[in-house]
């Protein structure tokens, strides 16, 4: 469903992305971790089009992307929804005109289909009437929940998620987990999602792919991530501070 080949990316004369080779197979929750600023949420908005690699080849469902015009490359994204990290709500909107936004946009639905679709969607997230509730009104955790109901209102292909429980507490972060596993479940979506989460990661993953120095250093199933030999992965899934603490604590356990 989607492949990146020796795809790089470069703002000015900073390289964020070097040689990335990774593919998601259709109707898998692929995740995404390493340090801030590794490059994580860079190869989101490449996989959407809304940054150009400066090498290599993008390829969503059969189709490479890297060098469409904006026309073809909207086509494509009304096969993607991508739920942001701030949530990015339209403020001056009701709940409902935002999840509508990309209905009324995208498709020919009248009034009453666009009503219809946004109160199914609504209460998939478990947000059921809520549909004249504004933004400002809502808690960071029904924020994330509504962007994930506009993101899953076109009944895309493939949803992007960019940092989806960050700012949560440990039990909306649960909530948001099981929404992602659910709207794949339900609408057998393919799910590509950014965290630093390592709970998150483990409890939602088919696969992990872990960057680090804007690299892919490791890519496997959540057994084989914890179980890797890659000191980098066992200090950033653990969290310990240099590779001297996992020889030491390897040391320990003999």
Aim: charged share 20%; proline share 3%; aromatic share 4%.
């Amino acid at each position: 469903m989607i492949k990146l080949a020796n795809v790089a990316a470069a703002f000015g004369e900073k390289q964020v992305l070097q040689d990335i080779n990774l593919e998601v197979a259709e109707g898998e929750i692929m995740v995404i971790i390493g340090p801030s600023g590794s490059g994580k949420s860079t190869i989101l908005r490449l996989m959407i089009g809304l940054l150009k690699p400066t090498a290599g080849e993008i390829w969503i469902n059969g189709r490479e992307i890297s060098r469409m015009a904006e026309d073809e490359l909207n086509a494509i994204r009304r096969h993607m929804g991508m739920v942001f990290q701030y949530s990015a709500l339209f403020d001056s909107m009701t709940v409902g005109d935002n999840v509508a936004f990309g209905l009324r946009q995208h498709t020919a639905l009248n009034d009453a289909e666009i009503a219809k679709t946004v109160r199914r969607k609504l209460r998939m997230v478990g947000l059921t009437g809520q549909e004249r509730t504004m933004p400002s009104e809502l808690s960071g955790g029904m924020k994330k929940r509504v962007s994930l109901a506009r993101a899953i209102a076109i009944d895309p292909e493939i949803v992007l998620y960019d940092e989806p429980t960050a700012g949560l507490d440990p039990i909306m972060s649960t909530t948001i987990d099981r929404l992602i596993c659910s709207t794949r479940r339900l609408l057998g979506v393919t799910s590509v999602v950014v965290t630093h989460h390592m709970s998150s990661a483990f409890s939602i993953a088919d696969r992990i792919a872990m960057i680090s120095g804007g690299r892919i250093i490791e890519v496997g199933t959540v057994s084989e991530i914890k179980q890797s030999s890659n000191p980098l992965v066992q200090q950033f899934i653990h969290g310990w501070v240099n590779s001297g603490q996992i020889a030491r604590r390897r040391s320990s356990k003999t």
